[in-house]
């Protein structure tokens, strides 16, 4: 039986970058662009009121608190969320540790630098999640993901044969990765010369 392994780093990007995706699929993008546009137009809102309002500070006062929500919502939030997510991050004793994953037709084994190390078979899986750098892999209970960043698999071949094996394993499969559109033939198109 033919065996895959995936070998990386588990540091503060990669926790960052797990997060977003595990995020990323569990809100929908248009929520997200309609929240990004109103703090857009709260802010024009706002900058209109000052620029419209005699010179009297108190009936300006309405418009500053939108202004600081706009200005939080679009440069500062992301900043924030990821300190907050990784502020305690140095004291976990998995950060920084190397993390090996091997996989097959009959299992899945992770191991964790000494610290944690098991073996499983691929129902545990409730849900793998292809993101555009790397595999989210949802264990029950449903919040509980592992991450496989694309760069730690050896080589394409390998991350080709994971999606294989999970998709033949019945297990809710879902990308993440937007759909590319090519004008270039697809190899069942016959071209004439």
Known sequence: MET?????????DELLKSLRHHYQSKLRPGIVTAINVMAVLLAAL????LAIEDQRASS??????????????LFLRRRVNDWGLTRGFDKNPAANAVIQWEFSQAHLTQECAGLVSFTAEWKILS???????????????KNMFYWLPFAGFETTE??????????SKQIQYVSLKPTQKSDAPTPSRSQEP
């Open 4 to 12: 895959y392994n995936v070998t990386y780093t588990w540091t503060k």
């Open 46 to 49: 706002s900058i209109f009121i």
């Open 60 to 73: 300006a006062i309405p418009a500053f608190p939108l202004i600081i929500f706009a200005i939080y919502w």
């Open 127 to 141: 849900k793998v999640v292809e993101a555009s750098d790397g595999f989210l892999l949802y264990a029950y209970p």
């Open 158 to 167: 390998s991350i080709e044969a994971f999606k294989r094996i999970a998709r």
